[in-house]
């Protein structure tokens, strides 16, 4: 190729591009080593942390269906203490009966008054009352030896947040798989070579993704979190209520905690996608996700950079990648096209067919190398391998578009979940609790006075019952003007020393 190149005068322009070729190779060989020798953490004999006693399972959820039932039973085969599950009000009914089906005495239903998936995390956050509390989708299947290994990574005292290996459950009963489905887990094949390469080379991770994710209760439990949490906004007035997985991976970065992903059979879960087209919307909201934790990771929060450079190499990456992928068709196109112009008694031009297939060939055989550990555990899933690549390329104009519609933030495959910020939604509710105690209070005054009682005696009376106004949701209908964290309004007071894990 370089020789062609030379002879029709094309090799300055082409050799950049294929010392990036030869890099993105070379980096490609160097994640595969990584992968290679990596090692999870094998659980102790007598490990500090026990599932019976210190974890609490927290599923936030508005349409659970039958396949909750599934889920919830391998959850408490690993013998969790209790399971939270956090759905809207008007959804309580139909959870408590698949709970009941289930096991009403280690599962419980919490309700937040609108759907909103942070304002329901914290919800299951407040509850909680062991040390570790693992956050689930309501259709993710576990191993019996999920939770094991979990709490084998936090016998490091300064471990913060531990994320699992996934893989595909098909939605067909069956067992079969749709070709969106067969997309979603090679995507899962590559994320799991990718984690498990950055774990093994700094104890970085890009994500740990909310499918099942464990963290120490203590951490989520300080205000300062739960307010940056909840007040999350893009560019300062978009609120954030999907990528609360991206955020938690960043809070574990910025406050000195370390993080871990147990990439083996024995913390492997089972999640199921869209088997439809509407994968697509799934693979939109990801990307923006990706797009909007990375600069801020990057260019905002920039602590990737000192303690996970290698990650941080690879956002970096990620960024040019949808321009690398695209250009090199062209190229191809434009060597095509300009090689028969220029062809010499030396050098006769091939014909466009010829090139056309060589190129698609390598294409498939670089994909199908990348692919290989999927294709050993499912050799008949090599029939999607085109589609993949097609995908590949949609998927490079999708980032390109995910880029340039950030402000985007609703979450596109379910409905009935709106774009509120979760910390109105709860002083939304606390303002209803404030004039449904006025009513009440008029109430019992109107009924004193008929009975001849003193009504400002009654009123202090019920006074006295105003529920317990949570200091989480006080104060916040004048947020101060401070500095922000990544974008989200900065809490009023927090600690002095936020970069120091503490245990205290």
Sequence with gaps: ??????????????????????????????????????????????????????????????????????????????????????????????????????????????????????????????????????????????????????????????????????????????GHQTMWEILAGFRLTSRNIEIAASTHIDGGICCLSGRTAAYRTLILKDPAFQYCFTNDLWLGKYPLNSGDDKFLTRWMVSHGWNTYAQICKEAELYSTFKNNWRFIKQVLRWTRNTWRSDFRSLFTERYIWRKHPYVAFTMVDKIFNPLTLLAGPILVGVFASLQEQRAGPTNPPLPAWNIAISYIIWLLLTRFVKLFPHFLKRPLDIWVLPFWLLFNYYFAIMKIYALFTLHEVGWGTRAGVGTELAADIGREEKEMMKQEQHIKIEMSQMKDEEEGSNPFESQHTSLHREPYEDPFFANLDQPPQLPTHGGSRTPPSTTENHHTPSLL
């Design 1 to 174: 190729m370089l020789y062609l190149t030379n002879d029709i005068g094309l090799l300055p322009f082409f050799l950049p591009f294929g010392i990036i070729g030869f890099y993105r190779y070379l980096w490609f060989f160097i994640k595969v080593a990584a992968w290679i020798v990596y090692q999870p953490r094998r659980p102790k004999e007598n490990p500090t942390y026990v599932g019976e006693r210190d974890v609490t399972i927290i599923v936030p959820t508005i349409d659970a269906g039958e396949e909750f039932k599934i889920a919830a039973k391998s959850w408490l085969a690993c013998n969790p203490k209790e399971i939270i599950i956090i759905t809207e009000t008007k959804m309580r009914g139909p959870l408590e009966d698949l709970a009941n089906e289930v096991d009403p005495t280690k599962i419980r239903v919490l309700t937040v008054p609108k759907a909103n998936k942070r304002l329901q995390m914290v919800e299951g956050i407040n509850a909680t009352t062991t040390e570790i509390l693992v956050f689930s989708d309501d259709d993710a299947i576990w191993k019996p030896t999920m939770l094991d290994y979990i709490l084998a990574c936090f016998e490091d005292l300064k471990m913060g947040g531990v994320g699992t290996s996934q893989t595909v459950h098909a939605v067909d009963p069956k």
